[in-house]
């Protein structure tokens, strides 16, 4: 009886399962971090409500649109009259004609967050950081207009975005991550804010999104609490009732035998 050779390029066992099974490990790592309904159902409903109105602001009248838009700002004058309605749906838009970018931000930052702390969660830090970053730097803008620092005209500019609650998500899952990744991606947000306000150059912008960030910094704390509840994933896909170090049984069967026969 001849042994089977394994085709050129593939290692027999046990190097070869080896490698199936690390191929298997990272296809499981990647599924399960795919945002899905069941796993983010706050981040892909935001994210539909969002493209919704940005294909509506594509195919609408252009002046129907800005109506809606300028009623929906939180600048300085509607937060004034109309808080509750200008803080709830400036969030609904986004500032520009382009979708797909906050895709790629919900996906990293939202998604991410919601399905270590669940999507209740996951939405208070959202609106935290979309309204502290909202309050404070339109609190600026009123206090520079008041003080004849600003032109009143400052209070009528158009304020919306998602920007400060998909900072704030970034925040937040940064202290949920180990130190080095934590380090990582702290600075890759400065170095992100840092340069949008050299380049804009916008008080509200300059304010805003340096107060989205440490919004979500400041839910480090009360967000650990929940996270350290989630029942921990088994390493590179292996099932948790295998990853266990011994059943019960098995426990039993190891231990020693009872001091007196016949008695348990």
Do not use: K
Not at 64 to 69: A, G, H, N, S, T
Not at 104 to 117: D, G, H, K, Q, S
Not at 144 to 159: N, S
Not at 247 to 261: E, L, T, V
């Amino acid at each position: 009886m001849t042994e089977r050779q394994a085709p050129a390029g593939c290692g027999g066992p046990p190097y070869g399962m080896l490698r199936a099974g690390l191929r298997a490990g990272a296809v499981d790592w990647i599924l399960a971090r795919v945002p899905t309904l069941r796993r983010n159902p706050f981040a892909l409903g935001y994210l539909a409500v969002v493209g919704a109105t940005t294909t509506f602001a594509g195919l609408a009248d252009p002046e129907l649109v800005l109506r809606l838009q300028e009623a929906s700002s939180s600048d300085g004058h509607n937060l004034l009259q109309h808080p509750l309605r200008a803080l709830l749906f400036s969030g609904f838009w986004v500032a520009g004609p382009v979708w797909m970018p906050y895709l790629w931000a919900f996906a990293f930052t939202v998604a991410p967050l919601e399905r270590r702390v669940g999507p209740g969660r996951a939405a208070v830090v959202f609106a935290a950081g979309h309204v502290a970053a909202t309050l404070l730097s339109q609190g600026v803008v009123v206090v520079a207009v008041e003080t004849g620092r600003m032109e009143p005209a400052a209070m009528d500019h158009l304020d919306i975005g998602v920007s400060y609650g998909v900072l704030a998500s970034l925040g937040a899952l940064a202290g949920l991550l180990r130190p080095a990744g934590r380090a990582v991606v702290l600075a890759l947000a400065v170095a992100l804010i840092a340069e949008q306000i050299s380049t804009e150059r916008d008080l509200v912008t300059g304010i805003g999104h340096p107060v989205a960030l440490l919004a979500g910094v400041a839910l480090w704390r009360w967000l650990r609490r929940w996270d350290g509840r989630r029942p921990r994933r088994a390493r590179l896909g292996v099932p948790a009732e295998l990853s266990r170090p011994a059943s019960a049984s098995a426990a039993r069967r190891a231990a020693p035998g009872p001091a007196w026969p016949g008695r348990s």
